[in-house]
């Protein structure tokens, strides 16, 4: 059992980047297809699709097409991810401290009571939250 799927779902995209791979199949969730829709809304992935067929046939896999740059596709778009509010060690901020990752090149993931949100777009909807991850 995965005590932290968020972790697991950020741990797959890093070692799928690392081994060069164009997709990555994670099991689903309504999290993880909010957090898949930010990652491709900001750029960082090409796509993503929620198939309903799985090996094991028992869950539904999201399926991230990763985003590669560069003369024959060889640079990552995604050069880093980190897992930030922990289950042993939640993470919240309000609207006023809420992180610029790499001074506003990278992207913070916040949950907040309007959905899962950017650290932009919580911003601009004056929100706080638990800050999920950063990508950059």
């Known amino acids: 059992m995965i005590t932290d799927p968020i972790a697991d ?12 791979k164009s997709e990555v199949y ?24 929620v198939s309903d067929e799985n090996k094991k046939g028992t869950q539904n896999t999201l ?13 990552p778009v ?10 042993g060690r939640r993470k919240y901020v309000g609207v006023d401290e809420i ?18 949100l950017t650290d932009a777009q919580a911003r601009k909807e004056r929100v706080g939250g638990e800050i999920l991850c950063y990508v950059w």
């Open 99 to 116: 992180p610029y990752v790499r001074k506003g090149l990278g992207t913070a993931i916040l949950s907040t009571n309007k959905g899962i």
């Open 26 to 49: 994670i099991p689903n969730s309504k999290i993880k297809e909010q957090i898949a829709r930010i990652l491709k809304e900001e750029g960082y992935i090409e796509d993503y699709i």
């Open 63 to 75: 399926i991230l097409k990763l985003k590669y740059l560069g003369p024959r596709n060889t640079k």
């Open 78 to 87: 995604i050069s880093g991810l980190q897992r930030v509010s922990k289950p």
């Open 9 to 20: 779902m950020l741990a797959r995209i890093n070692n799928a980047i690392k081994a060069r």
